[in-house]
């Protein structure tokens, strides 16, 4: 694939953008589910709703949220909230407690009994499973806000983020060094999507499924795994890594610490990447062990713009499914 330009002119617009036909109604699990428009789409809108805040204050005036977190969250709970009420909607949040999606209650139950309450639903739940199935049967749109297979709305912010910094997005190179889990999924179909190269370096063993690989470059993605973090690194406009422990693996974190310790971002590491390379990450972040305090608090780091972006791409992504 070429890769696709994200038009800079759309966030002066006078004119909001038209809300693109066959995106309202439909569910967000995956970055597979956009199509290329649909994630430039997505990004542009983001950035006309962070230009110009209030342009869609009342747009979502009747709808209902409704927030599942089968793991405590702080971001994504917050920007979620701030998206859905800045833009007129209001929002239900539900805890670990009273989720238990498939085991307090079974998901097509859940699923079922939701749309007579509210209008579009966002979960933060260990299994992408568990997630789908709430979709299957669910009549209104679900929104991945986190799986153990994907994280989209994360990758569209930190595109977005991209874009802002390096003001265009195809033909960069962004390396991604750790685990190769639902981050780096959502990046590498993003990535596809928006003509960026992604270099993944992980420890054997803890490459991106091949799947999700095998799809992304048949459908024209340049993706290159190592294991060699230099080499990933080498030339990149953008390093970004994640944690080494996510949410559903805590009880392999000693292990992992230590598979994972050469794979740390740290200034040695960073002199690889071009001069004017950006530091990324989803947060929250284990300072010390995935990244170094010197490169997260650098000037290359680019992290809390990334978590700003969050509150704008998801209101894009809340207008569009609900358009
Ligand atoms: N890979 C991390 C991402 C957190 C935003 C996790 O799943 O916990």
Not at 128 to 153: K, Q
Request: aromatic share 6%; proline share 6%.
């Amino acid at each position: 694939m070429s890769g696709i330009t994200v038009i800079e002119h759309s966030v002066e617009k006078a004119q909001p953008l038209p809300f693109p036909p066959g995106m309202g109604g439909h569910d967000l699990l995956s970055i597979h589910d956009l199509s290329p428009k649909e994630v430039e789409f997505i990004l542009n809108l983001g950035r006309q709703v962070k230009a110009h805040p209030g342009r869609y204050a009342h747009t979502l005036e009747g709808k209902e949220l409704a927030l599942l977190f089968e793991e405590p969250n702080l971001c994504t709970h917050v920007t979620f909230e701030s998206a859905m009420t800045e833009a007129g909607g209001k929002c239900v949040a539900v805890g670990p407690q009273e989720v238990g999606l498939g085991k307090r209650e079974a998901v097509k139950d859940v699923a079922l009994n939701l749309p007579r309450s509210v209008d579009i639903v966002m979960a933060r739940a260990f299994s992408h499973e568990s997630l789908s199935e709430l979709a299957e049967h669910a009549s209104i749109p679900v929104i991945n806000g986190l799986s153990d297979f994907e994280h989209p709305c994360q990758a569209l912010g930190d595109y977005m983020t991209l874009l802002e910094h390096k003001e265009h997005l195809a033909g960069l190179t962004l390396a991604f060094v750790g685990d190769g889990n639902n981050v780096a999924h959502s990046l590498i179909y993003g990535a596809t999507r928006l003509g960026v190269r992604i270099k993944v370096a992980t420890p054997p063993g803890h490459e991106p499924s091949a799947a999700v690989v095998a799809e992304a470059r048949f459908e024209g993605g340049d993706v290159y795994l190592t294991d060699d973090p230099g080499e990933a690194v080498a030339g990149a406009d953008a390093v970004y890594t994640d944690v080494w422990t996510s949410m559903d693996q805590k009880a392999e974190a000693e292990a992992r610490a230590s598979v994972f310790r050469p794979y740390q971002v740290n200034a040695a590491l960073m002199k690889n990447a071009k001069p004017d390379a950006v530091f990324m990450h989803c947060l929250p972040a284990r300072r010390g062990q995935e990244v170094t305090d010197e490169v997260i608090d650098s000037v290359h780091s680019i992290v809390y713009d990334q978590a700003d972006n969050r509150l704008h791409v998801e209101k894009a992504i809340l207008l569009s499914l609900l358009s």
